[in-house]
């Protein structure tokens, strides 16, 4: 059983804490029972498993399938699981991955979101939760948003992270462009559209534009949009949580599609 801090490996996994060291090391923590059974149900490739003797032995079958699909799995102290953790009060697991590089692959049909500068890891999570419950295809990342590994993103999708398609992309523009040229619309938030978000038609192929929780969408991409929509708000209310506008318009569009 690993009872020390010093540990090589102990001080290897607390370093993926930070954004530069998960893109060194290319690996992405697993925090909690609930992600590493997402992961296992997926078959998501796992690099290191470490849990508490009192976790492994309510959770033995997880246990075993995690070590078969891990490199390597370790028994650690109470002390050491807090250590390696980002949660106040872990549950007693955290397994480290392979990153993805964002570079699944996120199809050209269907209903797509398109996030940029997004940096609230909250955020990003319950958008990737809401796109995969609303049969969303899948959702591109700008570069200069919250990494899609974050812990915090990872437990904001409750799980849903390895189910829907997501990438990463510097050129965000680039893809609006594919995208047209692919059949779909390309639809724009904005407080002052002319239309309210019900008014379009959500059976076609669509990708959805949100921008930075404070500044909103950018006017070089919102310009290219085929449609730019308003959610409707009451008087005195400025603006929606990027994550409600999202909701918004993945469940108008799965209502018109009924």
């Known amino acids: 059983m690993l009872t020390s801090l010093q540990n090589p ?6 370093k993926l804490h930070s954004t530069k060291e998960r893109h060194k090391q290319e690996l992405f923590l697993l925090e909690g029972t609930h992600l590493l059974e997402e992961a296992c149900a997926v078959n998501y490739p796992l690099e290191t498993v470490c849990c508490t003797p009192d976790w492994q032995a309510n959770h033995p079958s997880l246990w075993e399938e995690a ?3 891990c490199s390597r799995a370790e028994i650690v102290s109470k002390e050491i ?7 106040v009060q872990p549950d007693g697991v955290v397994a480290t991955a392979k990153r993805s590089n964002g570079q699944t692959q996120v199809p050209f049909t269907g209903l797509v979101l398109a996030l940029e500068t997004v940096q609230d890891p909250g955020n990003l999570g319950t958008m990737i939760r809401t796109a995969a419950a609303a049969g969303a295809s899948g959702l591109w990342l700008s570069g200069d948003s919250v990494d899609l590994e974050n ?4 437990r904001a999708s409750a799980g849903q992270w390895f189910r829907l398609a997501t990438g990463v992309t510097e050129d965000l523009k680039a893809i609006v462009q594919q995208s047209q040229q692919a059949g779909m619309q390309v639809i724009a938030t904005l407080p002052n559209a002319s239309l309210t978000y019900w008014q379009v038609d959500w059976r076609k192929p669509s990708l959805i534009l949100l921008g930075n929780e404070g500044a909103g969408l950018s006017a070089d991409l919102a310009a290219m949009a085929d449609k730019q929509v308003k959610i409707p708000l009451s008087p005195g209310v400025e603006s929606l949580n990027v994550a409600i506008a999202a909701a918004l318009m993945l469940y108008e569009a799965q209502r018109q599609m009924a």
């Open 9 to 14: 490996l102990v001080k290897q996994i607390r």
């Open 67 to 69: 070590c078969r699909r």
């Open 81 to 87: 699981l807090d250590a390696i953790a980002t949660t």
């Open 151 to 154: 812990p915090k993103v990872l």
